[in-house]
């Protein structure tokens, strides 16, 4: 299984300020998955990046895969209470598999 | 509602004693998968299965057995659970082109004492 850091395991910060966590691997990706888990609940998917290089925006989330495929980043933009969560990435194997990194825990205080 | 279901989401047993959690997708996702979340170590993978009768081991699938005898269902079953099967349980299905797309269930939480 090919392994996903991410970091900072956790960040704390008030509302309205911006914030970026990161996603590295010494491996390449086909493509890279954001998932946000709130708590009591699954996973859900934000985004899938392809392209080495690519940038997608989801409203007051910007997400880049790095020109490489080995990293990626999340930038909040006006960080609100409801952007807090456990960040997910997961990129894929190529073996019909998802492998997980352990998270980015984002508390935004009101 | 596409929705993947989870049953039971909370369970408290003891050792030894066999248990199933069942699995349920209504959205005719030929991809299913078993993974178990713990602090620390994040997500890891139990067993997957591309299919109807097609299973697959995943990083951690010591203790775990599963079955597809049906597209819709993938019942997780520990034959003689232990305390280090005490976890968060997650179901997720997909379909087979976007198996790295997945939608997940909200979670079993398993104590074993």
């Known amino acids: 299984t090919q392994l996903l850091e991410q970091s900072p395991q956790f960040l704390s910060i008030q509302e309205g300020e911006n914030l970026t966590v990161y996603c590295n691997s010494s491996s390449v990706f086909s493509s890279l998955q954001w998932y946000r888990q709130e708590p009591g609940e699954g996973p859900v998917l934000l985004v899938t990046?392809?392209?080495?290089?690519e940038v997608k925006k989801l409203k007051r989330l910007t997400f880049q895969f790095g020109d490489a495929r080995k990293d990626s980043s999340l930038h909040i933009t006006a960080a609100q209470p409801g952007d807090t969560g456990l960040y997910l990435c997961?990129?894929?194997?190529?073996?019909?598999?998802?492998?997980f990194g352990k998270g980015n825990q984002v508390v935004v205080i009101p | 509602e596409a929705q993947v279901t989870q049953n039971p989401r909370y369970l408290i047993t003891v050792t030894g004693k066999k248990l199933t959690v069942t699995c349920s997708q209504n959205?005719?996702?030929?991809?299913m998968s078993w993974y178990r979340q713990d602090p620390g170590l994040g997500l890891r993978q139990i067993y997957y299965?591309?299919?109807?009768?097609?299973?697959d081991k995943g990083d951690v699938p010591e203790g775990y057995k599963v079955s597809r005898k049906e597209k819709r269902n993938f019942p997780l079953i520990l034959e003689s659970p232990s305390p280090n099967q005490t976890s968060l349980y997650f179901c997720?299905?997909?379909?087979?082109?976007?198996?790295?797309?997945?939608?997940f269930g909200p979670g079993t939480r398993l104590t074993v004492t």
């Open positions: 990046v392809v392209t080495g290089g």
């Open positions: 959205m005719n996702h030929e991809y």
């Open positions: 997961a990129g894929a194997e190529g073996n019909n598999r998802l492998a």
């Open positions: 997720a299905s997909s379909l087979v082109g976007d198996i790295y797309e997945q939608y």
């Open positions: 299965s591309m299919n109807v009768e097609v299973t």
